[in-house]
């Protein structure tokens, strides 16, 4: 990066970490600190929502995945607007009316403490574990920009934003949240006015979208019903909607953010807000990552978009004669999808074309296999890199910063979202239920910022490993789909039956998270169907318990 886009960055973030401090006000109390006193408006809150999904693992994975799967992410969020429609009626007023500060409290109320604990414990050791995955995508692009080690660039973006998320509270967290999005918003659309400026003159935007729909990047919608399909219409319909309603009705880190706004109507409208204007704006971002993948079409793409591992095999003959071939094959397709995105109904140029980007896909291929024997890893893969390097190999100075501000913002404000969810959960569910019952405010909040400042570093430490995972996005939502569909479950049977037992609850809940962890090893089954046989097994095992109980009462 140039000296313009690192004043882009530092008076961004300084800007929005100064104010954020200073609007966290009201936060000498739990109530201030953990839910903002219940005051903030509904449009702050719905934006807070969208802005704690959108991290960094948003504009680095979402990108690098349509770049090599094209738009069918998208189908992922065909259950969110119904989800939230369902939680706005059933699951918003429920919890404002008990009065709680975590999602969890009230199954005490309703169950026992037990299932409280094991509930709120499935939550902390998976969003504990997603944090991680969300520090390590703007560690990944720190490493590309400065060349610093993955380890070193995982402590700049953690500590920093520990030390904020100690002294803010949720009212920081969510105002910064409101600027972080802006930010995105005018960054991305200068990426799309950079990409389409720098296509030859003879590519329009519809030339480009011909490109990427000869070989399928477009094609949003999949009717195969096949359970080993991640993203299929009937995973992301039936799938997707278990996953939301588990990850927006029952997760702290979203029924938090809820929770701040004034009223029950307010919290409604905040998540409407988010159900509606999500899909659009994941929409844009996957069409990002398509014109990316057009964009290096007609400029040169590396072989291995992660640039250790490609400085390492430089120095292998082998991989010389690669780039050679590679080389020859990229200036063919350049000429090939140049002459497709003028004439798209032209079935010969569309087959020269396919025939030419069949041969360098297999070239990227053999460089892929030489980078997984490389790293020793059979699952390697360079997705999370893709988007970095066109940032900083392509953007101008300036813009560069700008995009590298608007991620470190998202990372910043969503890790802090996490870390203060998790730290509500740590005290409110296990030290202040168990350990130490009656304290004045002051002590909790010292016990808060330690907590916050535990799973901070816990997250850090998981950063490191969860690079090499493969999509950021995809790792981020299958962690979440081991626990999302059990918990669920639970809170079916507590909120929408009366029969249900604690015995019920409780052994539903570690039965529900034993056949989502067999299902896993024993099949090929998309993590999308986990969330559908946890929340299914929880219930059955619930209603089981209950006819059991009734007749030895009887």
Request: aromatic content about 14%.
């Amino acid at each position: 990066m140039q000296w313009l886009d690192w004043a882009v960055v530092v008076i961004y973030l300084g800007y929005v970490i100064i104010d954020g401090i200073c609007r966290s006000k009201s936060t000498g109390h739990l109530r201030g600190y953990f839910l903002a006193n219940r005051s903030l408006p509904w449009w702050a809150v719905g934006i807070s929502i969208m802005a704690t999904q959108m991290s960094a693992i948003t504009l680095v994975g979402t990108t690098g995945q349509a770049y090599v799967d094209g738009m069918r992410f998208i189908q992922f969020y065909l259950g969110l607007p119904f989800a939230m429609i369902i939680i706005c009626i059933a699951v918003v007023p429920f919890f404002y009316k008990a009065k709680v500060f975590t999602a969890y409290e009230y199954l005490e109320k309703r169950f026992d403490p037990r299932t409280r604990a094991l509930t709120s414990f499935c939550f902390l050791l998976s969003r504990g574990l997603s944090c991680g995955v969300i520090v390590s995508a703007p560690a990944v692009i720190l490493s590309i920009v400065l060349g610093w080690n993955l380890e070193i660039t995982v402590l700049a973006i953690g500590l920093p934003t520990i030390i904020y998320t100690m002294i803010g509270g949720v009212q920081a967290v969510t105002w910064t949240d409101v600027k972080q999005m802006v930010l995105i918003l005018v960054g991305l659309g200068t990426v799309v006015a950079v990409i389409l400026s720098r296509l030859p003159e003879e590519v329009s935007m519809g030339g480009a979208l011909s490109i990427a729909g000869a070989v399928g990047h477009l094609d949003m919608l999949d009717f195969d019903f096949s359970l080993d399909q991640t993203y299929t219409f009937w995973s992301g319909l039936l799938g997707g909607l278990f996953l939301m309603l588990s990850y927006f009705g029952c997760d702290q880190s979203q029924v938090q953010r809820f929770l701040t706004a004034k009223s029950v109507s307010e919290g409604r409208t905040s998540l409407l807000m988010s159900a509606f204007l999500k899909i659009p704006l994941q929409f844009g971002i996957l069409l990002i990552g398509v014109l990316v993948f057009v964009f290096f079409h007609f400029y040169e793409a590396p072989l291995v978009f992660d640039p250790v591992v490609e400085e390492a095999l430089s120095q292998r003959p082998v991989y010389h004669e690669l780039e050679g071939e590679y080389g020859v094959v990229s200036s063919d397709l350049s000429e090939k999808a140049a002459a497709l995105a003028v004439n798209p109904g032209d079935p010969l140029l569309r087959m020269q074309y396919l025939e030419s980007y069949d041969s360098r896909t297999e070239i990227r291929g053999r460089a892929l296999e030489l980078a997984r024997e490389f790293k020793g890893d059979e699952t390697f893969t360079d997705v999370n890199y893709i988007f970095p390097a066109f940032v900083t190999r392509y953007l101008p100075m300036g813009v560069v910063g700008l995009l590298i501000a608007a991620i470190f913002a998202a990372a910043m404000s969503s890790i802090a979202a996490e870390l203060n969810s998790l730290a509500t959960a740590t005290v409110m569910d296990f030290y202040r239920r168990f350990y130490k019952k009656e304290a004045s405010d002051r002590h909790f909040l010292r016990v808060s910022k330690a907590a916050t400042a535990f799973w901070g570093i816990l997250a850090c430490i998981v950063a490191v490993y969860a690079a090499q995972l493969g999509s950021l996005i995809e790792v981020v939502n299958m962690l979440g789909s081991f626990f999302y569909g059990s918990v669920l479950g639970v809170f079916v049977l507590a909120i929408g039956t009366r029969w249900a037992t604690s015995r019920g609850a409780f052994y539903g809940l570690i039965l529900g998270m034993a056949a989502v962890a067999s299902v896993a090893l024993l099949t090929d089954i998309s993590f999308l169907w986990y969330n559908v046989v946890g929340a299914g097994v929880v219930v059955a095992v619930g209603a089981g318990f209950a006819i059991f109980e009734k007749k030895l009462s009887s």
